[in-house]
Nanobody, 114 residues
């Protein structure tokens, strides 16, 4: 099992920035990629960004150029720097680790006011 604990999030005005962090513990040796997903009220959970063990990244089109995912393999952490935030970025953000299966954090709320 892999445990994920998120931090960061909160309320910010449009155009502002926030940084999310996630720390992994447990059977971290099974992890091949980590990432962030988000779920807005009444909508499905969507991919935001992922980063592999080798550092390859993938972003949703809606956040490309505004969000940056990074990873510290030594500390088993992954971060998401979110700039130029828009009201449509409002959602619960979930940290994800993928190994033999998906593991999820508890989620952290990000609210962007217009």
């Amino acid at each position: 099992q892999v445990q994920l604990v998120e931090s960061g999030g909160g309320l910010v005005q449009a155009g502002g920035s926030l940084r999310l962090s996630c720390a992994a513990s447990g059977s971290i040796f099974v992890i091949t990629a980590m990432g962030w997903y988000r779920q807005a009220p009444g909508k499905q959970r969507d991919l935001v960004a992922t980063i592999s063990n080798s550092g390859s990244t993938n972003y949703a089109a809606s956040v490309k150029g505004r969000f940056t995912i990074s990873r510290d393999n030594g500390k088993n952490t992954v971060a998401l720097q979110m700039n130029s935030l828009k009201p449509e970025d409002t959602a619960v953000y979930y940290c994800n680790a993928f190994g033999r299966s998906h593991f999820w954090g508890q989620g952290t709320q990000v609210t962007v006011s217009s």
